[in-house]
């Protein structure tokens, strides 16, 4: 079955750092582009970042440029967001999401989501 | 990036069809066919409907459907049915300094 599991969030306190796993199975991880999507409570989705297969491409949307960094390691199938200086609007479920094979802008396969919740 | 712009609801009728719409810019939707729709129910991850504009991913019933026109894309459902009520989202490639940027959404209610 291919699958997708987020993992890493929690409770951060405004300042404070994280860092999301997203382990995948069911496919062969090393082909596929990655992203990061989030969904603040009771808001719509919000892109946040791409990886290229191979980790050599990688864009961020600007409310996360310069604070979070996305990257990926094809030996153990798992995609990361390292994300500092965290603000309380980066408060939000966090989806990791396959690009569908040899397209653009599909995201076929999404996790359940790992919640993240910047507050003092 | 501005999010693209969705109408916050829409409703219908089991059996009727609907068309919720997606407008952005040149920059995004009007200036490439990568736009993709996707349905979360509520607590769910979303699912992929739609992309490429108009292609439908193996398994998703063909009562979706997308088009463009211009600055604005288009989802349709036909046949309405209850288990269609969902949040609906559209997204777009952008040659902006970014990749990708989603629409803020549309509820569909089936009355």
């Known amino acids: 079955e291919v699958q997708l599991v987020e993992s890493g969030g929690g409770l951060v306190q405004p300042g404070g750092s994280l860092r999301l796993s997203c382990a995948a199975s069911?496919?062969?991880?090393?082909?596929?582009?990655m992203n990061w999507v989030r969904q603040a409570p009771g808001k719509g989705l919000e892109w946040v970042s791409y990886?290229?297969?191979?980790?050599?491409?990688?864009y961020y949307a600007d409310s996360v440029k310069g604070r979070f960094t996305i990257s990926r390691d094809n030996a153990k199938n798992s995609l990361y967001l390292q994300m500092n200086s965290l603000r309380a609007e980066d408060t939000a479920v966090y989806y990791c999401?396959?690009?569908?094979?040899?397209?653009?802008?599909?995201?076929?396969?999404w996790g359940q989501g790992t919640m993240v919740t910047v507050s003092s | 990036q501005s999010a693209l712009t969705q109408p916050a609801s829409v409703s219908g009728s089991p059996g009727q069809s609907i068309t919720i719409s997606c407008t952005g810019t040149?920059?995004?939707?009007?200036?490439?066919?990568?736009v993709s729709w996707y349905q979360q129910h509520p607590g769910k991850a979303p699912k992929l409907m739609i992309y490429d504009v108009s292609n439908r991913p193996s398994g998703v019933s063909n009562r979706f459907s997308g088009s463009k026109s211009g600055n604005t894309a288009s989802l349709t459902i036909s046949g309405l049915q209850a288990e269609d009520e969902a949040d609906y989202y559209c997204s777009s490639y952008t040659s902006s300094s970014t990749l990708a940027v989603f629409g803020g959404g549309t509820k569909l209610t089936v009355l």
């Open positions: 069911g496919f062969t991880f090393s082909s596929y582009e």
């Open positions: 040149s920059s995004d939707v009007g200036g490439y066919n990568y």
């Open positions: 999401a396959r690009e569908g094979w040899l397209q653009l802008n599909a995201f076929d396969i």
């Open positions: 990886i290229s297969s191979s980790g050599s491409t990688i």
